[in-house]
């Protein structure tokens, strides 16, 4: 019973380097989300899916892409990294308003 | 665009005193959730409230959503060391999947 399931947990990245953020969940679940956590900011929407083949942008999407890959996947692609984009990660999935359900994060640095 | 304010930022109390959290709206609301993040985790539901006027209670919180759906609070009635953590509201605008949250309220207890 996983939930939902983010890797990596951590990573550090140098300015200019890409990476993907995998998120997964097996709850069946049509929307899926990705924010960001700074301190004092609060959870801020990147990009949500409200199903599979569907993608919209959120508060603050610059600087990122995403794909839903199935209805089980959604990740997120930071292009060329920039230190502005040292954060929390979250990853999280709904069903039609119900609740949410995250991930355990991913802690990113860029240096 | 939908704009929710979370009221306070911070909130010290000594241990046994109540502690109420705010998330008031410009718009009306289709519904509200709550929930928690404890200090290193990832946020946790707690509950939605969806009608007007609404009030529900799990053991010391008391969720209360406004009359207009504009207003919501979680209030906790003597307070724990394991209350400690951040509180946020959570919203998505009439047939919106965008999920929302307001900036949190974190908490901190002083045994």
């Known amino acids: 019973n996983a939930g939902v399931t983010q890797t990596p947990k951590f990573q550090v990245l140098k300015t200019g380097q890409s990476m993907t953020l995998q998120c997964a969940q097996d709850?069946?679940?049509?929307?899926m989300y990705w924010y960001r956590q700074d301190p004092g900011m609060g959870l801020r929407l990147i990009y949500y899916?409200?199903?599979?083949?569907?993608?919209d942008k959120g508060e603050v999407p610059n600087g990122y892409n995403v794909s839903r890959l199935n209805k089980r996947e959604f990740s997120l692609r930071l292009e060329s990294a920039a230190p502005s984009q040292t954060s929390v990660y979250f990853c999280a999935s709904m069903a039609t308003n119900t609740e949410a359900f995250f991930g355990q994060g991913t802690r990113l640095t860029v240096v | 665009g939908q704009q929710v304010m979370q009221i306070p930022q911070y909130q010290h109390v000594q241990e046994g005193e109540d502690f109420t959290t705010y998330c008031n709206s410009s718009t009306t609301l289709s519904n509200i959730q709550w929930y928690k993040q404890r200090p290193g985790g990832h946020p946790v539901f707690l509950i939605q409230?969806?009608?007007?006027?609404e009030v529900k209670k799990q053991k010391r919180l008391t969720f209360q959503f406004g009359e207009a759906k504009k207003n919501s609070s979680l209030h906790i009635t003597a307070t724990q060391t394991t209350d400690v953590g951040t509180y946020f509201c959570?919203?998505?605008?009439?047939?919106?999947?965008?999920?929302?949250f307001g900036k949190g309220t974190k908490l901190s207890v002083i045994p």
């Open positions: 899916s409200a199903s599979e083949g569907t993608t």
């Open positions: 959570g919203y998505s605008g009439a047939g919106s999947y965008q999920l929302t």
């Open positions: 409230l969806v009608k007007s006027g």
């Open positions: 709850m069946n679940h049509n929307s």
